[in-house]
């Protein structure tokens, strides 16, 4: 099969065609020409104003609920929802029914997700059973492919487990990604604790819950030297831990999430269980310090945390609605829409260069013999988010009704695409 993009904007800054309009003609996988004018009778052309083509996008952080909750999502069907929000690759957590924590189950991830413009890399888990007791088998799953070590959802509680974790990847250079989270003291909470949690009733999480285990393990990071990866931070002291970490030379990195750039714990007012994810949702000055790291390059990539959730989990109260949000759809809308000040290059860089440098990635690359890899799209296209646009088997998102600016217009990774 033959793809011709035509007269797309460039946004690819390794590449010396970065800003230019080029036509660019794939067959069967690989780059055939790039130039202008180009032609191909049996092409399949891509065109239209305001086409910007870049390197396939990166999600470090996602749920595909396969095995165990297919109903909610399968990888087939998580496949489809990351093309269509332009991701090439996704980094799928290992909370999954059996857990993700030996060498056959990351097998299967591999096996089962053949045949998809989407590469989808699964995440170890840090101990057997995601129980945080005791260590899994990451070094035999490091061989069968996992990209990287977390207990995903259910972060390390114990300091001692994670100290090991620590210590062991250092031997092939692993890393260990955390959601932090303190259980011990925002187990029962149901929202960010604040002047809106009081108002209306409702349990609150603490940001301290979330700041004192990033600093423990930052803590653990140096003592050991190991890699650590702090996904999901949302508060204000979050980030001036993880700028001062890296300002001490400690090798942390970190993402945040859409959601948590573009919403705050306000928004619950009238209890969407849509906007029940954890960490939870917090103030505007949160939010600001977020945009601020963002824009300094302080946050190192995006994190969907694309968690599905069937219509029971969340059609019930508030209390009794399960955590979560599908992201990956809407992830670009958002982002473009909420960090309007963001130059195109640097989204791009946080969506595809940077994590592919952080998790040893290929960088793909622009050029003639090259396999194909890049995501299309219109990054000024404002558009009402609905379900016709969501591929997930799950329809929990907030986003629903909601103008974005900037739609994705497919992918192509090798021979395969979703145009």
Sequence with gaps: MQILVKQATIIWPASSLHGLQQDILIDQGTIAAIGQGLSAPNARVIAGAGLHVSPGWVDVFAHFSDPGEEHKEDLQSGMRAAAKGGFTTVMIVPNTQPALYTKPQIEYIHSRSRGSAV???????????????????????????????????????????????????????????????????????????????????????????????????????????????????????????????????????????????????????????????????????DVDALREAVQAGLIDCFATHHLPQDWDAKEVEFEYAKNGMIGLESAFGVLRKHLPALPLEQLVAMLATQPRQLFGLEAPRLETGAIANLTVFDPETEWTFTEQDIASRSKNSAYLGTVLKGKVLGVINGSLSNF
């Design 119 to 285: 590469q989808v890399l699964p995440i170890g888990a840090v101990s057997k059973n995601l129980e945080g007791t005791a260590l899994a088998e990451m070094y035999e799953m490091q061989h069968a492919g996992a990209i990287a070590f977390s207990d995903g959802l259910k972060p390390i509680q114990s300091s001692g487990i994670l100290l090991k974790a620590l210590q062991y990847v250092k031997a092939f250079n692993g890393i260990v990604i955390q959601l932090p989270d303190d259980k011990n003291i925002s187990a029962h909470g149901l929202m960010h604790e604040g002047i809106f949690s009081t108002r209306l009733g409702m349990p609150g999480k603490p940001a301290i819950a979330e700041e004192l285990m990033v600093q423990r393990d930052i803590d653990l990071a140096k003592y050991t030297g190991s890699r650590l990866h702090l996904t999901g931070i949302s508060t204000r002291k979050s980030v001036e831990l993880v700028a001062a970490a890296k300002a001490d030379g400690i090798q942390v990195t970190c993402s945040v999430t859409p959601y948590h750039l573009s919403l705050t714990d306000g928004a619950l007012w009238e209890y969407n269980t849509n906007l029940k994810v954890n960490p939870p949702l917090r103030t505007q000055d």
